[in-house]
C-alpha cells in the first residue's frame, strides 16, 4: 500500500484513477475545490490549489509517496507546488498532453519528417519560463494552454525535491456521458444528421487513447514504475480525421459529408494540418503494453452515440 495524493481527480480519466488507486489497496486522499465527492474510503481535502497558505494548511501533517496532478496548467501553479510538495513526497507525477508539440503554439526542433514524435523533441530541462505572463488571466490560458503545460513541466522538473515525470497523453476518447469534452460527439452528432464535418484538405494523422487505457497509465506512473522525465502516452495506430469520420460513419451507417477549410483555418477536433503525432516506444521500452485505437474505437463511437448528454453540436 502506498500513499498517494490526486489532485484534481474529479471527473473522466482522473475520477478513474482514483477508483482504481483505491481498489487496487492504496490510501488515496483528493484535492480539489469541492466540484465533487470522491468514492468512499478517500480522504477529500476541499482547498483551491493555486492558494498556497491555504494549502499548506490543509495538507497539515500529511505526507505521501505519490502526487499525481491532474490539474496542473501553468508554471505558477507548478511553482506552488513545488514549493508545497517538496519534502513531503518522493514522486511527483503530472498529467501532460500531446499538445506541447504542436509546432503552431511554439517554435519546436525540426520535427522527424513523417514520423512520430519523441519525448525529447520538447526538453523541460531546457524549457525557458516566464511566471510574469498572465497565467491568472482565464482568456490567456485557454489561448495558451500547450506553453502553459511545457513551462509547468519545466518548473517541475527543475524543482528538486521529488522524482518528477510528466505523462503526456494523446487526444482522449470513451467513456460515453462522461467525456465532456464533446469531441467525439461532434462527429456523431453531424455524421448520424448528414451534416458535413469541416476538414482542412490534407489531413495528417495523430494518435489516440481511450480513458481507462489513461487511467491505467497513471496508475503504472504512479505505483507500477520509478521513471523520470517526460513519457508519451498513447495507443498504437494513427488515424486522421477521414479515419474517424469513416469509422463513425460505419456505425450510423451514414457516407460522412466534409467541408473543405484552409491549412491554418479553424476545423472539427483533431483534423491537424501539422506534423506532430507521438511515439509511444519510451513507454514500451520501459515495459508499459498499449491498446490497439482499432481496437477500442467502435466501442467508444458506440458510447457516444448513446450517451444520453450527446446534444447537437455546431
Known amino acids: 500500500m502506498q500513499r498517494i495524493c490526486v489532485i484534481g481527480g474529479s471527473r473522466y480519466f482522473g475520477k478513474l484513477l482514483v477508483e482504481r488507486l483505491r481498489a487496487a489497496g492504496h490510501q488515496v486522499t483528493v484535492i480539489n475545490r469541492g466540484s465533487s465527492t470522491p468514492p468512499a474510503g478517500v480522504e477529500h481535502l476541499v482547498v483551491d490549489r493555486d492558494d498556497e497558505a491555504a494549502l499548506v494548511a490543509a495538507l497539515g501533517w500529511r505526507t505521501f509517496d505519490v502526487v499525481v496532478d491532474q490539474v496542473c496548467y501553468t508554471p505558477v501553479q507548478a511553482a506552488v507546488a513545488a514549493r508545497v510538495f517538496g519534502g513531503r513526497t518522493r514522486r511527483y507525477v503530472m498529467t501532460s498532453t500531446i499538445e506541447v508539440y504542436d ?23 531546457t524549457w525557458r519560463v516566464a511566471m510574469d505572463l498572465p497565467w491568472h488571466d482565464a482568456a490567456y490560458l485557454e489561448a495558451h494552454y500547450a506553453e502553459g503545460k511545457r513551462q509547468a513541466e519545466a518548473v517541475l522538473t527543475r524543482a528538486g525535491g521529488f522524482t518528477f515525470a510528466s505523462v503526456r ?95 491554418g483555418a479553424p476545423a472539427s477536433p483533431f483534423s491537424v494540418d501539422r506534423p506532430y503525432a507521438m511515439s509511444n516506444a519510451r513507454a514500451k521500452s520501459l515495459g508499459y503494453p498499449f491498446t490497439r485505437t482499432a481496437d477500442w474505437l467502435p466501442g467508444a463511437i458506440a458510447e457516444a452515440l448513446t450517451a444520453p448528454t450527446a446534444v447537437p453540436t455546431t
Open 103 to 125: 509546432p503552431a503554439t511554439a517554435a519546436l526542433p525540426a520535427l522527424p519528417p513523417g514520423g512520430p514524435v519523441s519525448e525529447e523533441t520538447v526538453d523541460p530541462a
Open 169 to 263: 497523453s494523446a487526444h482522449v476518447l470513451g467513456g460515453g456521458a462522461r467525456e465532456f469534452t464533446g469531441r467525439l460527439a461532434h462527429y456523431t452528432e453531424r455524421i448520424r444528421r448528414g451534416e458535413a464535418v469541416a476538414v482542412h484538405e490534407d489531413p495528417l494523422p495523430t494518435v489516440f487513447i481511450h480513458y481507462a487505457e489513461l487511467a491505467d497509465v497513471l496508475l503504472w506512473a504512479a505505483t507500477g514504475s520509478d521513471f523520470a522525465g517526460p513519457l508519451n502516452a498513447c495507443s498504437d495506430g494513427q488515424l486522421d480525421v477521414r479515419d474517424l469520420a469513416a469509422a463513425v460513419g460505419g456505425s450510423v451507417g451514414r457516407e460522412p459529408v466534409y467541408r473543405m477549410v484552409d491549412a
